[in-house]
Structure formats: C-alpha cells, structure tokens
C-alpha cells in the first residue's frame, strides 16, 4: 500500500493551498484518511481525519480555515486550506487506515512541505 501526496508549496499569509492523497496497492478498503503535520522543531499533530462514516475530526487551530474530504472512488483524501498563517508551516503527511488480509493498518505518505511567509 502507497500514498502519494502533492500540493504542497510556498505561499503568503492568508493564502491558499490544496494537499491531494492517492493511496495505491493491494487492500480491500479504506476505513479512515486525513492528514497530520510536523512543524520544525515539534511533534506531529493530526490536522483532520475522516472515517469511513464520512466523519471530520479537525485541530482546534485549523477549524473553519481547513476543510478535509474524501473521494472513496480515487481512494484519495484532500486538504483545503485557506486563511494560511506563518504557524501552519509544516511537513505535512497524510495517512491512510488500510485493511489487508483482515488487519487494519495505518500507512502514512512521504510527506509534503508547506511554507507560509508572513
């Protein structure tokens, strides 16, 4: 199982960016995706993750800026994000909860960089 993430970049306070997620390979489904990022210095921290129920968990410091969703038939997870500010930088990873052969397992992308200037 792969994911592949793209989207990331540099922009300027109060901009906008789109992170993209495809996951690829052999699983039966998908029970979850979302996103997680590292700022410098700091431990990841999940940004939203959505279940197979088509339920959105976000931090509390992107809620109403970022919007999380799922397209179940690319197998791709998405991440809007507007209202950027100098503290959303980040390595941005997205995850996905993969069932192989009966077992569920988290799978995680290479990661993508997401800069905002102030």
């Known amino acids: 199982v792969q994911l592949q993430a793209s989207g990331g970049g540099l922009v300027q306070a109060g901009g906008s960016l789109r992170l993209s997620c495809a996951a690829s390979g052999g699983f039966s489904r998908l029970s979850g995706m979302g996103w997680y990022r590292q700022p410098p210095g700091k431990e990841r921290e999940m940004v939203a993750t959505t279940t197979g129920a088509d339920t959105t968990n976000y931090a509390d410091s992107v809620k109403g800026r970022f919007t999380a969703s799922r397209d179940s038939a690319k197998n791709a997870v ?25 077992q569920t397992r988290a799978v995680w992308g290479q990661g993508t960089q997401v800069t905002v200037s102030s």
């Open 78 to 102: 998405y991440l809007q994000m507007n209202s950027l500010k100098p503290e959303d930088t980040a390595v941005y990873y997205c995850v996905a909860l993969a069932v192989v052969g009966g």
